[in-house]
């Protein structure tokens, strides 16, 4: 009797994560932290010019706006914006990441025949909404909310908008 406890377990339980963690190494997101550094850097060390393609390209609502479609480039204005670049490598990074994860949850998902009790377990995990999936939807959930505020942030940049109280007061309902 104890030997099939052992066996479930921790025997079983033990080996599938040994070989999925080698099949598929953890990922500690370091890959976050390397966008907003070093992309970051990448991206300020762009000239203007390259830049404001760049922004047109990734938010092409922006050409007609105030700045879009004045001829000389406003360095504060494309200094400003920059940040819907970086965010951008982000998503790019992000996506490479849950890719991987997806890859790992499949595998696990393949061995639910041979360890029950990992089947067991993740099953309470998605219904109490504490599993990967959960986490991912939260996270796109998030990203979307950040999306939409810096088009925002990027509209009212472009569009030469002073932020007042009455403004503000729209954000916080928009984002509530």
């Keep these: 009797m104890i030997s099939t406890w052992l ?4 025997i079983i339980p033990g080996s599938i994560h040994q070989i999925s963690s ?4 953890i990922n500690y997101m370091v890959q976050y932290i390397d966008v907003d550094r070093d992309k970051s ?3 300020f060390e762009l000239p203007t010019d390259t830049l404001k393609a760049q922004l047109f390209n990734a938010y092409p609502f922006l050409r007609k706006t105030f700045f879009g479609n004045d001829t ?4 504060s204005v494309i200094n400003r914006s920059i940040s819907g670049l970086v965010n951008i490598e982000s998503k790019k990074i992000s996506s490479g990441i849950e890719d991987s994860s997806e890859e ?5 998902k393949r061995l639910y025949y041979i360890n029950p009790i990992l089947a067991f377990h993740n099953r309470i995990n998605s219904i109490a909404r504490n599993d990967y999936y959960s986490y991912l939807n939260h996270r796109k959930y998030i990203q979307s909310i950040i999306d939409k505020k810096i088009e925002l942030i990027l509209k009212d940049t472009w569009n030469n908008i002073t932020v007042d109280k009455e403004i503000y007061a ?3 309902r928009t984002f509530k």
């Design 7 to 10: 066996l479930f377990s921790i």
């Design 22 to 25: 080698i099949k598929y190494p």
């Design 41 to 43: 850097n990448d991206i």
């Design 72 to 75: 000389n480039i406003n360095k």
């Design 104 to 108: 790992k949850n499949k595998f696990i």
């Design 170 to 172: 729209k954000y916080v």
